[in-house]
């Protein structure tokens, strides 16, 4: 049950896919907060702090709207966060793979262990860790930067994990081939091994930005100064201890999800591997 | 590698060098922290006496607007000091983890806003600034801050920090249920039996609505208000020792006992959201009769258009008693001059005519007594419906024990409260058990 | 033109270039990983409230945690945590990976919008449940009303509030699955495909000797992560629960945190933390000896 062509079924009552009508509920089911925060955002405050709180509102209040953009700094938020996810997503692509690759094709004493200790770093919950990774970032003075935000997170164990293990199960035959062709190694990763990892790449890119995005406990933690905040940790702020700004939250929500919903659709046309594979032939 | 004493600090830099082959680091680090904000938080004085502090004030909305005002009056007085006030990147709530983290790491502003109960742990750390030289002088008028906002800043009889928040329990009612009920309004003066009736009276499964409200997590929000019931009935949070409990016996036992009530025939709504805000949505949408609250709650109450009103909390005894919980600016020490410059401002800020600005556009009550008397106070209270009861709360409420162990005495006791509310076991076998895990915690000191 | 060189110059280059190409990862990885390591190694041996200098006190803590009751209480709530998590997120992941795996209208916005709940943050989750399984006023008692059912307590009942969470746990988690799953099963080569039901194969031999195999790679990765996050779930508890209703839903990793920052008794904490190191380090070996013999008899 792989990617099927596409069929004409003209049978049968229906004009479309019987599969939508699986789809639709299913979709629905997921994408209720999505739901739920487009339809908040336009709510006042009181319609919200209601309970139960009101589904449909009577009409379309900015407000919300209103007191994300009264605030002069959310646009600044908003980059660093775009920044640093970005940056995330670089390291963790470039340094991963080449890493991965490293593990999975070449010969090294040590490897194994190496390896295992790596992945052996994850083993410590984040809640005891965040304290000397927090003073090592003081120590190199990125504390209150978005220095401090990338760092830790610009390689993971697992993005080199993920990519030693794909590597590890393509055929050989074909880096072989380049190789005898003459291609460096280096070569040889870029142009034809990392074309065919691309599963390996989008979860990889997709997880470390979303990682990274929506992160809240550590920038809490390693920012200080309202210039540097990450969006999340700029929409924390705009719950109070003892009053929220619900409509603000809801329409700070919906803008931190929406670009990175539309990228994601977009960027679904390289998930779609073309109906022939133009690496591997006969 | 032991605690973080400032002292293991090069040793560490030298191993990062060495270990990291730190070239590439030290380049990325320069460049990344180009990046960020141009503050240098570490060096205090400047070669001209100026001196700049940094203050995590955990502030937001209508908090943070009040403090920026009196940041900027304050610096056009004092153009030596420099003020940089911010949240500190995180609201009150989670302050402390901040604040653990930050002094564990030796990287710390010189104002933060503590919670009460917090503090007596915090002021642990040598890093924490002793102001007892500066509270003694007359310009301070310490005498004239109301004894729990002063207790709440004095651990171990040395004060370590400025009040910044005072409030107390009072019982807000929603108007409009009580005179569909046909229940007539509470008065002050009023017992827990009459409460407990009231609620009964109140409680109506058919439409929905509750008696009163009472938050289910266990959070210190929910064990505060037990303790004016103890205290009226004659126990203590904590004996005269220091070392057991001081409810291990009938005061904690009724007052469990009146919560069982409530939540065995369903008075009451437990809250088990973090945050305790559903219940004032309930309450603010009709559904509950009464709850016990603060001054915080006020403002919320009048942005819904609830129809409230406010008591005094009901007692067993016919005497007055309610609960403070007082927050505190507590001070770091990051160098004499940064601990004068941060004592300046705090003094400015808790003058009697920054009091009252805070008091009024903040949501607090008034840390002074000066400031309580003052016709602007008083204008705000005439203006804001029950803000006179918690006012004159004042005089009576008192507060919890600023010792280490607290916390480990109020989780326990805060799952007791949780299982009466929720109608799972006895009283008797709720406060065995909270009076055993408190002991235990109070016993290892 | 061939590349010969002497074996011994070739492994020794080679050794060379994977270690310039593991340096990286590795400075960072290390760098940052292992001293926390050590460090909170080194804390579970004291007693410590991050404030004050610290006390030796050796093993004590690992003894006293072997004793504590509400220790004991966190991990068995975290293995059935994960024992229904794990495998119910990639099997759900699975499932609507190839249930979106199909060239039909919108089939993009689907996938888009499965994905939604893992972009939503933890925070705006929280409220959302907490409002949709509210017993009172809640939603999901509102539509089990109408089915007759009685209404259930949710968040307010020690029996329920953990299955609860696994199920709060899976639809925000299996999008991933989902993203990952598909993205692998678009890569399997349709000449395969194409061959196999050529040979005479039906759907389900199809998918066992073809997409199975092909999807080994990820689903070991997915096994892995997702065990990982939860046994080290945090964020879920704390937005909806804190660990209550009477510590039904306390996980280790929030037992640390309330030890750590509310009871300020970090060395305890840490102990905490590597009792549950322990566990992951068991499982890990486990696993790793399991493939190695799988990969051995291939």
Same mark, same amino acid.
């Given at each position: 049950m792989t990617a099927e062509p596409v069929r004409r079924r003209r049978r049968g009552v229906l004009p479309f896919s019987p599969w939508h009508l699986v789809l639709v509920p299913v979709t629905v089911l997921f994408a209720l907060p999505l739901l739920w925060l487009l339809v908040s955002s336009f709510m006042t405050n009181a319609q919200i702090n209601r309970f139960p709180p009101t589904i449909i509102p009577d009409s379309l209040h900015?407000?919300?709207?209103?007191?994300?953009?009264?605030?002069?700094?959310?646009?600044?938020?908003?980059?660093?966060?775009?920044?640093?996810?970005?940056?995330?997503?670089?390291?963790?692509?470039?340094?991963?793979?080449?890493?991965?690759?490293?593990?999975?094709?070449?010969?090294?004493?040590?490897?194994?262990?190496?390896?295992?200790?790596?992945l052996g770093t994850l083993i410590i919950p984040f809640q005891i860790t965040m304290i000397p990774t927090f003073l090592i970032m003081k120590d190199l003075g990125l504390i209150d930067t978005l220095g401090a935000v990338i760092v830790p997170s610009l390689v993971t164990p697992f993005a080199v994990f993920l990519f030693?293990?794909?590597?590890?199960?393509?055929?050989?035959?074909?880096?072989?081939?380049?190789?005898?062709?003459?291609?460096?190694?280096?070569?040889?990763?870029?142009?034809?091994?990392?074309?065919?990892?691309?599963?390996?790449?989008?979860?990889?890119?997709?997880?470390?930005?979303l990682t990274t995005w929506n992160d809240l406990a550590w920038p809490l933690i390693a920012i200080n100064n309202d210039h540097n905040y990450t969006l999340q940790l700029g929409l924390a702020t705009f719950q109070g201890q003892h009053r929220t700004q619900w409509s603000a939250v809801m329409a700070g929500n919906l803008i931190a999800v929406v670009p990175v919903l539309v990228a994601f659709l977009a960027a679904q046309r390289t998930f779609i591997q073309s109906l022939t594979s133009s690496a591997v032939k006969g | 590698m032991t605690a973080r004493p400032a002292s293991t600090g090069p040793t560490r830099r030298a191993f990062l060098r060495q270990g990291l082959g730190l070239a590439t680091a030290t380049g990325i680090g320069?460049?990344?922290?180009?990046?960020?904000? /141009?503050?240098?938080?570490?060096?205090?004085?400047?070669?001209?006496?100026?001196?700049?502090?940094?203050?995590?004030?955990?502030?937001?909305?209508?908090?943070?607007?009040?403090?920026?005002?009196?940041?900027? /009056?304050?610096?056009?007085?004092?153009?030596?000091?420099?003020?940089?006030a911010s949240s500190g990147g995180v609201l009150a709530d989670s302050m402390l983890q901040k604040i653990t983290t930050a002094l564990s790491a030796g990287s710390y502003p010189d104002i933060a806003y503590i919670f009460g109960p917090d503090i007596a742990n915090v002021s642990r750390s040598p890093k924490v600034a002793n102001l007892q030289p500066y509270v003694t002088k007359p310009e301070v008028n310490w005498n004239d801050f109301y004894p729990a906002a002063r207790d709440a800043v004095t651990v171990d009889g040395k004060v370590r920090g400025f009040p910044a928040l005072v409030d107390n329990l009072c019982v807000a009612y929603n108007k409009k249920v009580f005179k569909d009920a046909g229940v007539p309004e509470p008065t002050a003066g009023w017992t827990w039996d009459q409460f407990v009736e009231t609620a009964r009276k109140l409680t109506n499964p058919g439409k929905g609505i509750f008696g009163t409200g009472w938050p289910a997590v266990g959070d210190e929000d929910c064990v505060w208000r037990i303790y004016p019931m103890i205290w009226d009935l004659g126990g203590a949070?904590?004996?005269?020792?220091?070392?057991?409990?001081?409810?291990?016996?009938?005061?904690?036992?009724?007052? +469990?006992?009146?919560?069982?009530?409530?939540?065995?025939?369903?008075?009451?709504?437990?809250?088990?959201?973090?945050?305790?805000?559903?219940?004032? $949505?309930?309450?603010?949408?009709?559904?509950?009769?009464?709850?016990?609250?603060?001054?915080? $709650?006020?403002? /919320?109450?009048?942005?819904?258009?609830?129809?409230?009103?406010?008591?005094? +909390?009901?007692?067993?005894?016919?005497?007055?008693?309610?609960?403070?919980?007082?927050?505190?600016?507590?001070?770091?020490d990051n160098g004499s001059a940064r601990v004068k410059g941060a004592v300046t401002f705090l003094q400015f800020l808790t003058e009697s005519t920054q009091d009252v600005k805070w008091a009024t556009q903040a949501g607090s009550l008034p840390l002074r007594q000066s400031t309580a008397n003052s016709t602007e106070w008083k204008q705000h209270v005439a203006k804001t419906a029950g803000l006179d009861v918690f006012s004159d709360a004042l005089s009576y409420a008192r507060t919890r024990p600023t010792i280490r162990t607290y916390p480990r005495l109020s989780q326990p006791l805060g799952q007791a409260i949780v299982k009466m509310l929720l109608n799972k076991g006895t009283p008797e076998d709720a406060l065995r058990q909270a009076v055993q895990a408190a002991n235990d915690a109070l016993a290892t000191g | 033109?061939?590349?010969? @060189?002497? &074996?011994?110059?070739? @492994?020794?280059?080679?050794?060379g270039t994977a270690w310039a190409y593991v340096m990286p990862a590795c400075v960072i990885i290390l760098g940052l990983g292992i001293l926390p390591v050590i460090w909170s190694f080194i804390l579970s041996l004291q007693v410590s409230d991050l404030i004050t200098p610290a006390e030796w006190i050796g093993f004590k803590n690992y003894e006293v945690i072997s004793r504590d009751p509400h220790f004991r209480n966190a991990v068995g709530h975290t293995l059935l945590y994960t024992a229904l998590f794990v495998p119910l997120v990639?099997?759900?992941?699975?499932?609507?990976?190839?249930?979106?795996?199909? @060239?039909?209208?919108?089939?993009?916005?689907?996938?888009?919008?499965?994905?939604?709940?893992?972009?939503?943050?933890?925070?705006?989750?929280?409220?959302?449940?907490?409002?949709?399984?509210?017993?009172?006023? %809640?939603?999901?008692? &509102?539509?089990? @009303?109408?089915?007759?059912?009685?209404?259930? %307590?949710?968040?307010?009942?020690?029996?329920?509030?953990?299955?609860?969470?696994?199920?709060? %746990?899976?639809?925000?988690?299996? %999008?991933?699955?989902?993203?990952?799953?598909?993205?692998?099963?678009?890569?399997?080569?349709q000449e395969l495909v194409e061959a196999a039901s050529l040979d005479g194969a039906g759907r389900w031999a199809t998918f066992r000797y073809v997409v199975w195999p092909a999807l080994q790679p990820v689903t070991i990765f997915l096994l892995v992560w997702q065990t990982l996050q939860a046994l080290q779930v945090f964020d879920l508890v704390f937005v909806t629960t804190r660990g209550g209703p009477l510590e039904s839903t306390t996980v280790v990793v929030f037992f640390v945190w309330q030890q750590a920052f509310e009871q300020f008794n970090a060395g305890y904490a840490a102990a905490a933390a590597y009792v549950l190191a322990f566990v992951l380090l068991v499982l890990s070996i486990g696993v790793r000896f399991a493939r190695r013999r799988d990969a051995e008899t291939r």
């Open positions: 900015l407000e919300g709207y209103r007191y994300v953009f009264k605030n002069a700094l959310f646009p600044r938020w908003f980059l660093n966060s775009t920044i640093a996810s970005l940056a995330v997503v670089a390291g963790n692509l470039i340094f991963g793979v080449v890493a991965g690759y490293a593990f999975a094709r070449m010969r090294f004493r040590g490897s194994r262990l190496l390896l295992a200790v790596m030693r293990q794909f590597f590890l199960s393509l055929p050989r035959e074909i880096e072989e081939a380049a190789w005898i062709d003459g291609c460096s190694r280096l070569r040889t990763l870029w142009s034809v091994v990392v074309p065919m990892a691309r599963p390996a790449l989008s979860t990889v890119a997709v997880l470390s930005f | 320069s460049l990344l922290s180009a990046c960020g904000s /141009d503050d240098d938080t570490t060096t205090g004085t400047t070669q001209d006496g100026n001196v700049t502090i940094t203050m995590w004030h955990g502030q937001e909305d209508q908090g943070k607007e009040t403090i920026d005002q009196i940041v900027t /009056d304050f610096q056009a007085k004092n153009p030596k000091i420099k003020v940089e949070i904590v004996d005269a020792s220091g070392k057991k409990v001081g409810f291990d016996n009938d005061s904690g036992l009724k007052a +469990l006992q009146t919560i069982h009530q409530l939540g065995a025939e369903k008075l009451v709504y437990p809250d088990t959201k973090p945050g305790s805000e559903t219940m004032y $949505q309930i309450f603010n949408s009709g559904k509950m009769g009464m709850v016990p609250t603060g001054p915080w $709650q006020l403002p /919320d109450f009048v942005d819904q258009k609830t129809d409230y009103g406010v008591v005094p +909390l009901p007692s067993y005894s016919g005497n007055k008693v309610t609960i403070a919980g007082p927050d505190t600016w507590t001070v770091f | 033109m061939m590349r010969s @060189r002497p &074996a011994d110059l070739r @492994r020794l280059s080679e050794a990639i099997a759900g992941g699975l499932g609507l990976a190839l249930l979106l795996n199909r @060239r039909i209208r919108f089939i993009g916005i689907y996938r888009t919008l499965v994905f939604v709940p893992f972009v939503v943050s933890a925070t705006a989750q929280g409220v959302l449940f907490s409002f949709i399984f509210e017993s009172h006023f %809640g939603v999901a008692n &509102a539509v089990l @009303r109408w089915f007759s059912i009685p209404p259930q %307590g949710f968040f307010t009942d020690e029996h329920q509030a953990l299955y609860l969470l696994v199920v709060i %746990g899976l639809w925000s988690g299996v %999008g991933f699955c989902v993203v990952v799953f598909l993205a692998a099963l678009q890569d399997i080569q």
